[in-house]
């Protein structure tokens, strides 16, 4: 659908080199009849059945069809093929396989982006599918994004087929809480209930993508939710009206004092909620507001909880050490900004872990050790694989012989699972050590941790109490 005219010939725009004494027309009436005999071909399988798709005002497919399409086809003596539809996809994406215009899309993100190979191109010509070689479910955590590049309505959101259409939606902007990058999103409204969650295009945090529990995370909106307030009455919750909540507290409120009243945060609250919230309390007289989490470790510092490096570092380092996590289940996007950083870098990047052996990443990954006593030996240079690290004899160890390779260009991820352990804090100081010590280094620009929620490094900054 790119067909240009130069210098008298036809050739396909995305794929032409500029070059001197070039002739290009692009809308004249001879790429206009190449452009509508292409999409001819486009609709030759396409069954006609906009009014009841859900892609139906956002199709790539009908603007094209407005444009350079013709009210009439000539193939009336062919039959539509028909597909089946594809059940390894999950039961998030809804697949139509018959709507397929092979724009392979989807199989190239799910090979480049996701780093896997199950989803393909299978047969020639008219027997052309897209699907997997054998029956194996595709299992990656950012998998949804194809229901966006998909130009047609192959692929579509299934918990939210037949219940809108897009020119009834009220778009929102917002950011992820189930995420610690806080991604970009818009959430997509009818009838005051969210039925859609996109991502926003945002260059710095997570690009044009978000993973699938962003994605499909809208139902807990309306399921098992508490629609009204229960008081606690002789061990049983009693349900009441909004008006009695408000004449308690106001009465509690009046006649006793903030004392009598404590607020909890949870994971999923965004820091404008919980310092609002803070800001309420305090400004009675009050601190009772807790953080309810897992976390064995009170934080002194910011840089002990948080990213400290930027993800355009993070894709520049040339050693990332991993403690504790897993990132393509902690944090999907920073493991797609990782994988980009080992795709564009090949051989000039390492990645090493320590912790369980990680073989569930979508790059490589050295393992190095798996418990505590090799971290230690890691850190006092008795181990052997500092060899991947330093120019050093590490049989004969002397602190003072430490030659750090690429200084400026390592990163260190750690998990949430170092903060919630009993010794947590040795670790920490031993990092601490690691870095100040015996390198001297600048720990603000290396040590990293990755937080599974939004709320948990919200409670963080606003230093709430933990429970």
């Given at each position: 659908?790119?067909l240009?005219?130069?210098?008298?010939?036809?050739?396909?725009?995305?794929?032409?080199p500029?070059?001197?004494?070039m002739?290009?027309?692009?809308d004249?009436?001879?790429?206009?009849?190449?452009?509508?005999?292409?999409?001819q071909?486009?609709?030759?399988?396409?069954?006609?059945?906009?009014?009841?798709?859900?892609?139906?005002?956002?199709?790539?497919?009908?603007?094209?069809s407005?444009?350079?399409?013709?009210?009439?086809?000539?193939?009336?003596?062919?039959?539509?093929?028909?597909?089946?539809?594809?059940?390894?996809?999950?039961?998030?994406?809804k697949?139509?396989?018959t709507?397929?215009?092979?724009?392979s899309?989807?199989?190239?993100?799910?090979?480049?982006?996701?780093?896997l190979?199950?989803?393909?191109?299978?047969?020639r010509?008219?027997s052309?599918?897209?699907?997997?070689?054998?029956?194996h479910?595709?299992?990656?955590?950012?998998?949804?994004?194809?229901?966006?590049?998909?130009?047609?309505?192959?692929?579509?959101?299934?918990p939210?087929?037949?219940?809108?259409?897009?020119?009834?939606l009220?778009?929102?902007?917002?950011?992820?809480?189930?995420?610690s990058?806080a991604?970009?999103?818009?959430?997509?409204?009818?009838?005051?209930?969210?039925?859609?969650?996109?991502?926003?295009?945002?260059?710095?945090?997570?690009?044009?993508?978000?993973?699938?529990?962003?994605?499909?995370?809208?139902?807990?909106?309306s399921?098992?939710?508490?629609?009204y307030?229960?008081?606690?009455?002789?061990?049983?919750?009693?349900?009441?009206?909004?008006?009695?909540?408000?004449?308690?507290?106001?009465?509690i409120?009046?006649?006793y004092?903030?004392?009598?009243?404590?607020?909890?945060?949870?994971?999923?609250?965004?820091?404008?909620?919980?310092?609002?919230?803070?800001?309420?309390?305090?400004?009675?007289?009050s601190?009772?507001?807790?953080?309810?989490?897992?976390?064995?470790?009170?934080?002194?510092?910011?840089?002990?909880?948080?990213?400290n490096?930027?993800l355009?570092?993070?894709?520049?380092?040339?050693?990332?050490?991993?403690?504790?996590?897993?990132?393509?289940?902690?944090?999907?996007?920073?493991n797609?900004?990782?994988?980009?950083?080992?795709?564009?870098?090949?051989?000039?990047t390492?990645?090493?872990?320590?912790?369980?052996?990680?073989?569930?990443?979508?790059?490589?990954?050295?393992?190095?050790?798996?418990?505590?006593?090799?971290?230690?030996?890691?850190?006092?240079?008795?181990?052997?694989?500092?060899?991947y690290?330093?120019?050093?004899d590490?049989?004969?160890?002397?602190?003072?012989?430490?030659?750090?390779?690429?200084?400026?260009?390592?990163?260190?991820?750690?998990?949430?699972?170092?903060?919630?352990?009993?010794?947590?804090?040795?670790?920490?100081?031993?990092?601490?050590?690691?870095?100040?010590?015996?390198?001297?280094?600048?720990i603000?620009?290396?040590?990293?941790?990755?937080?599974?929620?939004?709320g948990?490094?919200?409670?963080?900054?606003?230093?709430?109490?933990?429970?």
């Open positions: 659908m790119c240009v005219e130069v210098n008298n010939a036809l050739g396909v725009s995305c794929a032409l500029l070059l001197n004494d002739r290009i027309y692009t004249n009436k001879r790429v206009r009849k190449a452009r509508e005999g292409v999409l071909f486009l609709l030759v399988n396409h069954p006609l059945d906009c009014p009841i798709c859900d892609q139906g005002g956002e199709c790539d497919l009908q603007d094209i407005s444009t350079f399409g013709i009210e009439r086809g000539r193939f009336y003596e062919y039959k539509k093929r028909s597909v089946d539809n594809l059940n390894t996809l999950g039961p998030l994406i697949t139509i396989m709507r397929c215009i092979h724009c899309r989807c199989v190239r993100y799910i090979n480049e982006i996701s780093g190979s199950d989803l393909g191109i299978i047969g010509g008219s052309m599918e897209i699907g997997t070689f054998i029956e479910f595709v299992n990656e955590e950012l998998s949804g994004n194809i229901i966006d590049l998909c130009p047609v309505g192959a692929l579509t959101a299934m939210s087929a037949y219940v809108s259409r897009s020119w009834e009220i778009s929102i902007n917002s950011i992820d809480v189930l995420d990058l991604s970009s999103i818009r959430l997509d409204i009818v009838n005051n209930s969210v039925v859609k969650i996109v991502p926003v295009l945002n260059e710095i945090i997570n690009e044009e993508w978000i993973n699938n529990k962003t994605r499909f995370c809208y139902d807990s909106f399921i098992q939710r508490l629609s307030p229960k008081l606690r009455l002789y061990s049983k919750f009693v349900v009441i009206s909004w008006g009695c909540v408000f004449n308690l507290f106001f009465d409120l009046l006649n004092s903030f004392k009598f009243l404590e607020a909890f945060s949870g994971p999923f609250s965004d820091l404008d909620s919980v310092s609002t919230l803070k800001f309420f309390f305090n400004s009675f007289g601190s009772n507001l807790n953080y309810f989490d897992n976390l064995k470790t009170n934080f002194d510092f910011r840089f002990l909880f948080l990213l490096n930027s355009f570092s993070l894709e520049k380092s040339n050693i990332v050490l991993l403690l504790g996590t897993n990132l393509r289940l902690e944090s999907p996007i920073l797609s900004r990782l994988r980009k950083n080992f795709l564009n870098k090949k051989k000039n390492l990645f090493f872990s320590i912790g369980l052996s990680l073989v569930y990443l979508t790059f490589p990954v050295i393992n190095l050790g798996n418990n505590l006593s090799f971290l230690k030996n890691f850190i006092e240079g008795k181990s052997s694989s500092i060899r690290f330093f120019i050093s590490f049989l004969n160890f002397n602190f003072l012989n430490w030659n750090f390779k690429f200084l400026n260009k390592i990163s260190i991820l750690g998990g949430m699972s170092l903060l919630t352990r009993l010794d947590s804090l040795a670790i920490l100081n031993s990092l601490f050590y690691f870095f100040k010590k015996i390198f001297n280094f600048n603000f620009f290396s040590l990293n941790f990755i937080s599974v929620h939004l948990r490094l919200s409670a963080l900054e606003l230093a709430l109490p933990q429970v």
